[in-house]
């Protein structure tokens, strides 16, 4: 074998060899230290690709659950709200029943005008009150996007009630409710049929539910509401009762309502009006209901898929311990022996100055 000193070979190779060993040693180092199989898009840029597109999956399926349970929790609240505007609808039920009793006088009539005029009062103060996070007025009609008016785009009529949850991983995926207005003037208006009330201080009942008849007097309890409540939203073009049960003509926006009971003709029809609220309300709730179980399905349906693209994630991503540290070990005995190869190569090239001497 021929003897070079300006070029050693075989330190060259063994240069080559530790450089090899200490590189894919450094790897094997990071991705123990990482857990990760892939750190860099050197390691697997594919893989990478796709563990990052999982990744979003993940992390949007994951704060669409935290979404989901915001929406359950709103919902949760507006329901339970409405359970106690029920109540007390079915309370002014009871009591229209009582003065529809011709054994009343006017005094009893009057007592239970009392009450239920301040029943009317609490529903309209729940209604307005009740909010999520207290900023987001749940039943008081302002939920949802705007309506414009159609003769002039920048007079908003009112809301659509709805209001989207975001419970996917990617835009558009969503869990509609609507909340509506539930506010006794709300009551009113839908019962009314109508955003005014026509024939001003009567409900045509008629025009909301077949095969029934009669109309209920409507009262304007504004001077008995000492909480500075809003109001119903309808405008009242007409006669209206005061509490005193005084009539006046007036134009009036904001009028804090109630149902006459004051007569049995007036509290026969009261009924009436009472049993398409609570219906109106009952279906309310219902749709909260069914909504509630909807996002918790979402809910359950999300958690198993973030379990299976976390674990199809980590088949691409994470790094098999087992495997690595195998490797690591190798790659350790190479770089040790690539290093006393180079130094015995290193020092074989000294053969040549004995051949001097």
Not at 39 to 59: E, P, V
Not at 95 to 100: D, I, P
Not at 265 to 288: C, F, G, P, T, Y
Not at 315 to 339: K, Y
Request: hydrophobic residues 35%; glycine residues 8%; contains cysteine.
């Amino acid at each position: 074998m021929s003897i070079y000193v300006n070029t050693n070979t075989s330190s060259l190779r063994a240069q080559s060899a530790l450089s090899k060993a200490t590189s894919k040693l450094s790897d094997s180092y990071a991705k123990l230290s990482s857990g990760k199989r892939i750190n860099s898009a050197k390691d697997d840029a594919a893989g990478l690709q796709i563990a990052s597109r999982m990744t979003s999956q993940i992390n949007g399926l994951t704060q669409g659950n935290r979404n989901a349970n915001d929406g359950i929790s709103m919902c949760q609240t507006a329901e339970g709200a409405t359970e106690e505007i029920t109540n007390m609808l079915q309370r002014m039920r009871t009591l229209a029943l009582q003065s529809a009793n011709g054994t009343n006088a006017d005094s009893e009539r009057t007592a239970i005008q009392e009450e239920t005029d301040q029943l009317s009062l609490e529903i309209q103060r729940i209604g307005e009150q009740t909010s999520f996070g207290g900023t987001l007025h749940l039943l008081d009609g302002s939920m949802g996007g705007e309506i414009k008016d159609k003769t002039d785009p920048t007079k908003v009529t009112g809301h659509d009630g709805l209001v989207s949850f975001q419970v996917g991983s990617h835009s558009d995926q969503t869990v509609t409710a609507k909340f509506s207005d539930l506010t006794f003037g709300g009551l009113v208006n839908y019962v009314s049929g109508k955003t005014e009330v026509a024939s001003g201080n009567q409900l045509d009942f008629s025009k909301t539910v077949s095969n029934t008849t009669g109309q209920a007097m409507l009262r304007d309890i504004s001077s008995k509401d000492k909480d500075g409540l809003n109001g119903s939203k309808m405008t009242v073009t007409a006669k209206v009762y005061d509490a005193a049960g005084n009539g006046a003509d007036v134009a009036k926006t904001g009028a804090k309502l109630s149902l006459s009971m004051t007569s049995q003709a007036n509290a026969q029809a009261a009924v009436k009006v009472l049993d398409a609220m609570i219906s109106h309300v009952d279906s309310e709730r219902a749709q909260w209901g069914a909504v509630q179980n909807r996002l918790t399905s979402t809910i359950s349906n999300q958690s198993n898929t973030i379990t299976n693209v976390s674990d199809a994630r980590s088949r691409i991503q994470d790094v098999d311990f087992a495997s690595e540290t195998a490797n690591m070990t190798q790659q350790n005995v190479i770089q040790q022996a690539a290093t006393s190869v180079l130094s015995q190569a290193n020092s074989s090239t000294q053969i040549a100055l004995s051949l001097l001497g």
